[in-house]
């Protein structure tokens, strides 16, 4: 499984982007399609996370109300629309994908894509 994130860039003090991720080989098998991020000197955290087939999702308190996770199962893609940025969503993005059920610990997903960066300012 293989997972290409897409859709960083730079924007200004409340704006808005939107993050993709393509997934790529066996993604039958992959229920649960997750967003995480990481900023310099602190750890990896979830923001947001999707069951695939039954689109259930589940936020991070600081994102909840400003990001909105979703699928798109025909494309194999997921995308992350982040609204009302501020500096403090700065950092790397992944996209990240797991069998069965979905958590919000970085460490039980199995497959991983190389990061967008956002940068607010």
């Known amino acids: 499984v293989q997972l290409v994130e897409s859709g960083g860039g730079s924007v200004q003090d409340g704006g808005s982007l939107r993050l993709s991720c393509a997934v790529f080989?066996?993604?039958?098998?992959?229920?649960?399609v997750g967003w995480f991020r990481q900023s310099p000197g602190k750890e990896r955290e979830a923001v947001a996370v999707?069951?695939?087939?039954?689109?259930?999702?589940y936020y991070a308190d600081s994102v909840k109300g400003r990001f909105t996770i979703s699928r798109d199962n025909a494309w194999n893609a997921t995308y992350l629309q982040m609204n009302s940025l501020t500096p403090e969503d700065t950092a790397m993005y992944y996209c990240?994908?797991?069998?069965?059920?979905?958590?919000?610990?970085?460490?039980?997903?199995?497959?991983w894509g190389q990061g967008t960066h956002v940068t607010v300012s």
């Open positions: 999707i069951l695939t087939n039954k689109g259930s999702t």
């Open positions: 990240a994908a797991r069998p069965w059920h979905c958590t919000l610990v970085p460490a039980s997903f199995r497959y």
């Open positions: 080989g066996d993604t039958g098998s992959m229920s649960c």
